[in-house]
């Protein structure tokens, strides 16, 4: 059974080396800036492409828990219709996903505009994979540190499995992470990303074509009971304000 779930929000800070308070952040602008201009043209033709055989709109907008757990908006390349059933409700994500949008995910090419992301400092080029809100109410205080640290468009959980290793698996990965950050190991993570989008593994979790919610996971193993799912469910519904 899953203990600790969390139900209050707590500042969280993020202290650290030379290079994490002074060099990072600099590094994570100027080499986002670099991709965008070296990449427009890849980022035009990717758009014009999902414009035309996935409609309006063309980019994927979601909120998502950043440093300190701030909500920003995060940019992707959409990859899935927006088809409903007759009540009106999308359709499930596996019927909704294109052989266009399992293409963009595959070679990562869906992630390119949080490039944007990361030249406004809302995120980084390596740290923890900014999960969703619905994830992070679910986790527990020692899970959510891995807020302490700007999210990362890559990170030390996606060079070693990416969704296909267990929830477990990935947040202790990114718990590794935020307490072993050096210029070199981000370097080491950035190559052994252009790695892994050339051999497209762990793009999903096994069985599925898109990655399971951490909250049902949890409630699907047991780990959590239907009542605590359900008052997880109400905080996430208070922050985005539903």
């Not at 290079?19 to 890849?42: E, G, N, Q």
């Amino acid at each position: 059974m899953q203990t600790e779930v969390r139900t209050n929000s707590v500042q969280l800070v993020n202290n650290g080396g030379v290079y994490r308070k002074y060099i990072k952040r600099p590094m994570d602008f100027i080499l986002s800036l670099c991709a965008i201009i070296v990449l427009a043209p890849c980022l035009l033709i990717i758009a014009v492409l999902v414009r035309v055989k996935l409609g309006s709109p063309v980019l994927f907008k979601q909120k998502r828990p950043g440093l300190n757990e701030k909500i920003f908006t995060m940019y992707k390349f959409r990859t899935m219709t927006d088809e409903r059933d007759d009540n009106g409700e999308l359709l499930p994500d596996s019927e909704r996903l294109t052989k266009f949008g399992k293409l963009l995910r595959s070679t990562s090419l869906d992630e390119l505009p949080e490039l944007f992301n990361i030249l406004t400092g809302d995120m980084s080029i390596v740290g923890p994979r900014p999960q969703l809100v619905r994830d992070m109410v679910f986790m527990t205080p020692e899970q959510r540190k891995r807020h302490s640290v700007l999210p990362g468009l890559t990170g030390w959980a996606q060079v070693n499995g990416r969704n296909g290793i267990t929830w477990e698996e990935k947040l202790l990965l990114d718990s590794e992470y935020i307490d072993t950050i050096t210029f070199l190991k981000d370097w080491k993570i950035i190559f052994m990303t252009v790695a892994k989008v050339f051999q497209r593994d762990g793009v999903s979790a096994e069985g599925m074509d898109t990655a399971e919610d951490y909250g049902d996971y949890l409630l699907r193993d047991k780990r959590i009971t239907v009542d605590e799912y359900a008052a997880c469910l109400d905080e996430y519904k208070a922050i985005i304000g539903q």
